[in-house]
């Protein structure tokens, strides 16, 4: 089958949203009672956009899937303790972001204890990574076993890059087996880089309906354009994040924090500035910042609804400031353009990791990743880097010090 898809897919597409409507329509009447605390309702494709009650967290309806999310939702990938998952759920949040790689296969489990009791509360994405179809499908059906649920909400092919992943028949294969034995809900696909690419492949296909995409206020070109322009306005990524949703795909942001660096705050902390320059683009459903505290989770949770003003644009200057030699935009702009063969984009997300997240393990995890041939080492030696950065970090001096402390 082609990228675009064709009849079979639309026919198959279509029956499902019949199935869809009519689960639904038998679901309202006993979801009344719990309206927006359970914008899933309980089936092997039951979903509504059902509305929150006044005064909670703002929400945006997830492209065609038509369930109502909370603005701001849960990037569990770093938080290991799931009292903290359940306070963010009991607090509003309603959309939960885990993986099968994550922690080596705990954080699955830490968000599977974490939910018990509420499961039917949140909309709960994992991810799987592109494999001969026997082993997608087992590898999903160990999610299920580690987050005590029969269903996962949205599946998600882990890592895309390219129109020709979009496109692997094999991983729709697995995921069109999964959807039909009712054990996922929506596949999706996440990306760190080639993101324009992977969103305008989506695009125009009929298969995938959400695309989790890194983005933050340096993603677009020129720091004090993307401070300027408010309302989702920017070219870019920013445009094809709205371009991508007109067409029905929901859209999640990661990674909106620019990393969460510790900076000097006044009264709009600039992770909340951060947080509220992602949701002034209308194309953006909902975000996953990650939550390690409870105190981060109510800092993140006041971005909700907030439109940014001449504090959050002023916060998110001084924060630019403070990290604008040290932090990567994610962009992939310098993606293959290395002579040697550094993955510059995942070598600096790794060092992201370690100075901005403060998380060792996962830094050293992800870098050790690379192996021997797309690891910084080449950097150690190297007299004159061939690397233009679009926000002019000094990538020789940023990849030296991450294989210096990561390998």
């Known amino acids: 089958m082609s990228v675009a898809g064709g009849g079979k897919e639309r026919k198959r597409m279509q029956d499902r949203n019949d199935v869809v409507r009519r689960d639904v329509l038998k679901g309202l009447c006993c ?12 089936g ?8 929150p009650p006044a005064g909670e967290l703002e929400t945006r309806v997830l492209g065609t899937t038509r369930v109502r999310v909370a603005t701001v939702g849960m990037g569990a990938m770093i938080t290991r303790d799931p009292d903290v998952i359940r306070y963010a759920v009991d607090h509003g949040v309603n959309y939960v972001d885990t993986a099968d790689c994550y922690m080596g296969g705990e954080n699955e489990r830490i968000v599977g204890r974490a939910l018990e009791g509420v499961r039917d509360k949140v909309v709960l ?61 929506v596949p999706g696909v996440t990306t760190h880089s080639g993101q324009e690419t992977v969103l305008k492949a989506v695009g125009k296909q009929e298969f995938y309906q959400t695309v989790l995409v890194a983005y933050n206020f340096r993603s677009d070109t020129g720091i004090k354009a993307a401070i300027k322009n408010v309302f989702g306005s920017g070219n870019g990524l920013s445009a094809t994040i709205r371009d991508t ?13 620019a990393g969460g660096y510790s900076v000097p705050q006044g009264s709009l902390s600039p992770h909340q500035a951060a947080l509220a320059w992602v949701l002034e683009n209308p194309g953006v459903a909902t975000t996953i910042p990650s939550m390690v505290s409870f105190s981060q989770v109510d800092e993140n949770m006041k971005a909700s609804g907030k439109r940014l003003g001449w504090g959050g644009r ?20 310098c993606a293959g353009s290395c002579p040697s063969g550094v993955d510059v984009p995942s070598v600096l997300r790794s060092l992201t990791y370690l100075e901005g997240y403060g998380q060792e393990h996962l830094a050293r995890g992800t870098y050790r990743g690379l192996g021997p041939d797309r ?7 190297c007299g004159s880097c061939a690397v233009s950065c679009r926000l002019g970090l000094d990538v020789k001096r940023l990849a030296r010090r991450a294989h210096r402390h990561l390998a």
């Not at 979801?31 to 309980?42: F, H, M, T």
């Open 125 to 185: 994405a994992s991810k799987v990574h592109i494999a001969p179809v026997d082993q997608m499908i087992a590898s999903v059906e160990n999610s299920l076993r580690s987050l005590r649920t029969d269903v996962i909400d949205i599946m998600q092919l882990h890592g895309i890059k390219s129109e020709g992943e979009v496109a692997d028949e094999g991983a729709r294969e697995a995921l069109r087996k999964l959807l039909d034995q009712g054990k996922i809900r």
């Open 31 to 42: 979801a009344a009672a719990a309206v927006a605390a359970a914008p899933v309702v309980r």
């Open 375 to 381: 690891g910084a080492l080449p950097c150690v030696s």
């Open 314 to 333: 002023k916060a998110l200057t001084q924060y630019a400031w403070a990290i604008g030699d040290r932090h990567c935009g994610l962009c992939g702009e």
């Open 245 to 257: 949703a007109a067409k029905g795909i929901g859209i999640i942001a990661m990674k909106t924090q």
């Open 44 to 51: 092997a494709n039951a979903w509504a956009a059902l509305s």
